[in-house]
T-cell receptor, first 113, second 113 residues
Framework: ELKVEQNPLFLSMQEGKNYTIYCNYSTTSDRLYWYRQDPGKSLESLFV?????AVKQEGRLMASLDTKARLSTLHITAAVHDLSATYFCAASPGVQGAQKLVFGQGTRLTINP | NAGVMQNPRHLVRRRGQEARLRCSPMKGHSHVYWYRQLPEEGLKFMVYLQKENIIDESGMPKERFSAEFPKEGPSILRIQQVVRGDSAAYFC???????????FGSGTRLTVV
């Protein structure tokens, strides 16, 4: 059974600093997703990572995937207050295309001025 | 394209009543997924449907919960005889198929009083 674990679960950081959120998953998965959720809102898709070594960047966020280590990272560069949110990673079990997602617990990120 | 439409946004039910949650997928999307999010937790998969078929219901509680995606009209998640523990945010996501991303709706926040 696929399990997805994130760490840290809570992260408070200052503007301008860099940090990384880690996402480990327990069994083979062919896709890894990162989502952002603001309080009381839905999930906003950030990245989809499809292959080993994949790296994607959007603004101050960069995501990478190491399928051998079953690890994805979300790196935040020079954080700004607007990035405060909860970030979820999710993986899909198996290799058969459209299937359910298994989510991590989420990392609540607070960026202080 | 209006995105994934869920209604109602907020639903209050007394214990023992029925809750019906509706989800209209994005145009062209034939795969629908329902997830439940308890406060301060990640999303938990409930059910995956295609038109007139339940593909994977491994996350659905055995009793009181049912889902359908008829040939015409939205997907419906039905909760009979609601209890306080059913209070949560219920999100619907849709996908056009294999190896594409998922688009989430805004969710229905169910409160059982």
């Amino acid at each position: 059974e696929l399990k997805v674990e994130q760490n840290p679960l809570f992260l408070s950081m200052q503007e301008g600093k860099n940090y990384t959120i880690y996402c480990n998953y327990s069994t083979t998965s062919d896709r890894l997703y990162w989502y952002r959720q603001d309080p009381g809102k839905s999930l906003e898709s950030l990245f989809v990572l499809l292959s080993n070594g994949a790296v994607k960047q959007e603004g101050r966020l960069m995501a990478s995937l190491d399928t051998k280590a079953r690890l994805s990272t979300l790196h935040i560069t020079a954080a700004v207050h607007d990035l405060s949110a909860t970030y979820f990673c999710a993986a899909s079990p198996g290799v058969q295309g459209a299937q359910k997602l298994v989510f991590g617990q989420g990392t609540r990120l607070t960026i202080n001025p | 394209n209006a995105g994934v439409m869920q209604n109602p946004r907020h639903l209050v039910r007394r214990r023992g009543q029925e809750a019906r949650l509706r989800c209209s997928p994005m145009k062209g999307h034939s795969h629908v997924y329902w997830y439940r999010q308890l406060p301060e937790e990640g999303l938990k998969f409930m059910v995956y449907l295609q038109k007139e078929n339940i593909i994977d219901e491994s996350g659905m509680p055995k009793e009181r919960f049912s889902a359908e995606f008829p040939k015409e009209g939205p997907s419906i998640l039905r909760i009979q005889q609601v209890v306080r523990g059913d209070s949560a945010a219920y999100f619907c996501a849709s996908s056009p198929g294999h190896y594409y991303g998922y688009t989430f709706g805004s969710g229905t926040r169910l409160t059982v009083v």
